[in-house]
């Protein structure tokens, strides 16, 4: 790890030190993780997979509200760090592509940006997935699960930001589509087993909803 990285790592873990919702510090170092792990298998630019990865959250909506379209902290921050401006600017426009935003049909141009995309994607399937989806929706209010609550496909950013549905309507709404937008080989050979994984919770979840366990 250069200086520049783990003076990222420091002011991210210092950034989102107080967020609880799952877009927390951690999850970000999970995203460099598994980015940086891909990137590797790639061959892709691995610096620039790790400051797309690590700054992805910085201005995020769920974590700075409105203000999320200026992406102001992750600039200041390259800025501080003698990151020329090219650099910034590409830095900038692939983190406003990470997202799912409700479609999940935003694609970054880079290979770097299309693994951290892969990667953040992959950290929202699986055990670590589900964990994050209730942490998320219990900040929020939204109740675990209803059946009289219908399952939504969402044609906006502002339709998806503002769902008022379930947590586990979230997993049809977001988790499930997941598989099929991957971008990169090595991203869809991690994916598939945590894909399977949501399809057996979900199982086992219906099945103690009923009372059948």
Same mark, same amino acid.
């Given at each position: 790890?250069n200086?520049l990285?783990?003076?990222?790592v420091?002011?991210?873990?210092?950034?989102l030190?107080d967020n609880?919702?799952g877009?927390d510090y951690y999850h970000?170092?999970r995203?460099?993780k598994?980015?940086?792990?891909?990137?590797?298998? *790639?061959?892709?630019?691995?610096e620039?997979? !790790?400051l797309?990865?690590?700054l992805?959250?910085?201005?995020d909506?769920?974590?700075v509200?409105?203000? !999320?379209?200026?992406?102001?902290?992750t600039?200041l921050?390259?800025?501080? /760090?003698n990151?020329?401006?090219e650099?910034?600017n590409?830095i900038?426009?692939e983190?406003?592509?990470i997202s799912?935003?409700?479609s &999940?049909i935003?694609?970054?141009k880079?290979?770097e &940006?299309?693994?951290?995309?892969?990667?953040d994607?992959?950290?929202a399937?699986?055990?670590?997935?589900?964990?994050?989806?209730?942490?998320?929706?219990g900040?929020i =209010?939204?109740?675990?699960?209803s059946p009289?609550i219908?399952?939504r496909?969402?044609v906006?950013?502002?339709?998806?930001? @503002? @769902?008022? &549905?379930?947590s586990?309507g979230?997993?049809?709404?977001?988790?499930?589509?997941?598989?099929d937008?991957? /971008?990169?080989?090595?991203a869809k050979?991690?994916?598939?087993h945590?894909h399977n994984f949501?399809?057996q919770?979900l199982?086992?979840?219906? *099945? *103690?909803?009923? =009372?059948k366990?």
């Open positions: 790890m200086d990285i783990g003076n990222t420091e002011f991210v873990k210092e950034f030190k609880y919702s877009h970000t170092l995203v460099y598994i980015a940086t792990k891909i990137a590797e298998k *790639e061959n892709a630019d691995i620039l997979t !790790s797309i990865a690590l992805h959250e910085i201005d909506f769920k974590v509200g409105k203000d !999320s379209i200026l992406l102001k902290n600039k921050f390259l800025n501080n /760090n990151i020329n401006q650099k910034i590409l900038c426009d983190i406003t592509k799912f935003k409700g &999940g935003s694609i970054p880079t290979l &940006g299309k693994i951290v995309q892969d990667a994607r992959i950290d399937m699986g055990a670590m997935g589900i964990a994050r989806t209730f942490a998320y929706g900040t =209010g939204r109740t675990i699960y009289e219908k399952i496909d969402f906006s950013e502002k339709d998806y930001h @503002n @769902n008022s &549905g379930t586990i979230h997993f049809y709404e977001k988790l499930l589509k997941i598989l937008l991957i /971008n990169t080989e090595e050979k991690i994916a598939i945590r949501l399809l919770y199982d086992e979840f219906f *099945e *103690e909803w009923d =009372g366990k």
